[in-house]
């Protein structure tokens, strides 16, 4: 029995849910599949965002890129034009929900406002355009605090960071750099593992370049190969240690001098790596209000 192919027109601005249920349903009725970006100038990642789901699917940028099929044997769509291109292609027509029931999703409105409507989004298209907000400061600060309050009002989950079980396991003695090197290497696993369960921003207590200022407090010098590798956030709160000090068996600089010692390097290596960040004084409240702001501006900021 000869191949038989299912051509899927569309836009695909953003591809979302509906585009996806409308693709797999191709890939039960035909052995292959055939995706054509109308309009092919008006997103360049489309291609990439529909090969990241359909990995075997061949992707042409217009209906002239579309080879004339032998077994071409259906055009499938949602819209009123799929009859007339099947005809053309002398292809059945396979129009699916064109009413929208099943999925009522509105590409135009995706587009005027991504993270209002981020469930409605393909998950390739909420990789491309999550942010990460970043908590960081001395100890005591509230990083762990206020990131859990921030992913319980946006959704979450928490990067945690990794320093804090891996000191609570460890065997007493000094630090060395293999130690700090293992401590960013985890917690950026468990980063990369969980941002696919995140909403429009990723929340993160503390990262490597935190673990690079502990390495110069611990081992009093810095390693240049441990931030090469630093990926920054797209924006980090910056928390001040104007709050009083919560002693806790794991941490170490209680002193009023080393927690400002501690800040004023988080300080100069957030100006170092040219990071983009905001500083958060004042009581927790007050904290807690700046940084919703901040996650408003960059839930704004998201755009296609």
């Not at 909403?199 to 990262?207: I, K, W």
Request: no cysteine.
């Amino acid at each position: 029995m000869a191949e038989t192919h299912a051509v899927v027109p569309g836009r695909f601005l953003p591809l979302h849910q509906g585009h996806v249920s409308l693709l797999r349903s191709a890939l039960q009725l035909a052995d292959k599949l055939w995706v054509v970006l109308l309009d092919p100038t008006a997103d360049d990642r489309r291609a990439g965002w529909i090969g990241e789901m359909f990995p075997d699917a061949r992707i042409a940028t217009s209906l002239d890129a579309l080879p004339r099929l032998t077994g071409a044997d259906r055009v499938i769509g949602s819209h009123d034009g799929i009859p007339a291109l099947a005809k053309e292609l002398g292809a059945q027509h396979t129009v699916i929900d064109p009413e929208r029931f099943a999925l009522p999703i509105n590409s135009a409105t995706l587009r005027e406002s991504p993270a209002r409507n981020w469930a409605d989004l393909a998950a390739p298209v909420q990789r491309s355009l999550r942010k990460r907000l970043t908590l960081i400061g001395p100890e005591s600060t509230g990083k762990s605090y206020l990131s859990r309050l921030l992913a319980e009002r946006y959704g979450g989950p928490v990067v945690p960071e990794y320093g804090r079980p891996f000191e609570t396991y460890r065997p007493e003695g000094d630090y060395t750099e293999a130690e700090l090197f293992e401590i960013a290497r985890v917690h950026v696993a468990h980063r990369d593992a969980l941002a696919t369960l995140a909403g429009p921003v990723l929340f993160e207590d503390t990262d490597p370049l935190l673990t690079a200022v502990w390495a110069e407090m611990l081992l009093g010098r810095s390693l240049p190969e441990l931030e090469a590798d630093i990926a920054l956030p797209d924006h980090y709160l910056l928390l001040d240690p104007d709050v009083p000090f919560e002693e806790d068996p794991i941490r170490y600089y209680g002193d009023p001098a080393r927690r400002q010692q501690f800040f004023d390097l988080i300080v100069a290596k957030l100006k170092a790596h040219g990071a983009s960040y905001t500083l958060l004084k004042g009581s927790y409240s007050d904290r807690e209000a700046q940084a919703h702001e901040v996650v408003q501006t960059l839930q704004d900021s998201i755009r296609l």
